[in-house]
């Protein structure tokens, strides 16, 4: 929440930050009142555990999924408790679900690289991107979690169900996000000097702030059949 709540200090970025709040019953049934489908994810979790899909399926009824798992109940109420017990009592967030766009029928994101040099003064800038494709039957991009697999960024666009997509003008649509998103996050935490975003694409286009991870794993990048992404990561 500290993250979505810098970012938001920009209404440029705000407008690509997916609403979010701490997860109680009161924003629970906020944001089922303003959206068909929410995502919770525990605050400290990683690699995607935990995170629990919620849609409501009208009449009343809501289909909870956890991976491939798909549960269904009917009433707020019987929502609610079933989701605290999901959760185990920990602190979560509740997020407006983006429809990612797809590849071959599975959601996919972009993982975003941004890193400035170790010197004082050196500039932000995006060093590499890919793209995460869901695993079958899963709604979760981590590749781990789901059995997905990485593929290049411009492959993926070029493949995907985005309407009208062209792959550079929507990267360079990317990039400038990420890197007005990273100058927000490095006033409040001035040793930053790398930062993954977690972009969604939703199907005309636009991009999202699904998260931004200060710790991001690089070992991503070595699934690649090119390796130069991965070099000039570890470089720097």
Known sequence: ?????????DGGVRDALP???????E??????????????????????????????????????????RKVTVRGRDALYRHLRRRTGG?????????????????????????QRGREPGSRWRVTAKLARIAGRGWLITN????????????????????????????????DRLCLRAVRLLHKGCSRLRTVG??????RDGKPWIIE?????SKSLFKRLKDKSLYRRIIRL
């Open 1 to 9: 929440m500290k993250k979505y709540r810098t970012l938001a200090e």
């Open 90 to 114: 920990r602190r979560c967030l509740i997020q407006r679900k983006i429809s990612l766009a797809r590849v071959d029928g599975r959601p996919f994101d972009v993982r975003v690289m941004v």
């Open 197 to 202: 975003f977690d972009i969604g694409l939703d």
């Open 27 to 68: 924003s629970l049934d906020g944001f089922l009142g303003r959206y068909r489908s929410v995502v919770i994810k525990p605050t400290g979790g990683s690699g995607g555990e935990g995170v629990l899909f919620v849609m409501a399926k009208g009449d009343g009824r809501y289909r909870i999924r956890s991976g491939k």
């Open 143 to 174: 590749t781990a979690r789901s059995g997905g697999r990485v593929t290049t960024y411009t492959g993926a666009i070029r493949r995907s169900n985005i309407r009208e997509a062209e792959a550079r003008s929507l990267e360079l649509r990317i």
């Open 212 to 216: 931004a991870n200060f710790r991001p």
């Open 19 to 25: 609403e979010s709040a701490r997860f109680n019953r």
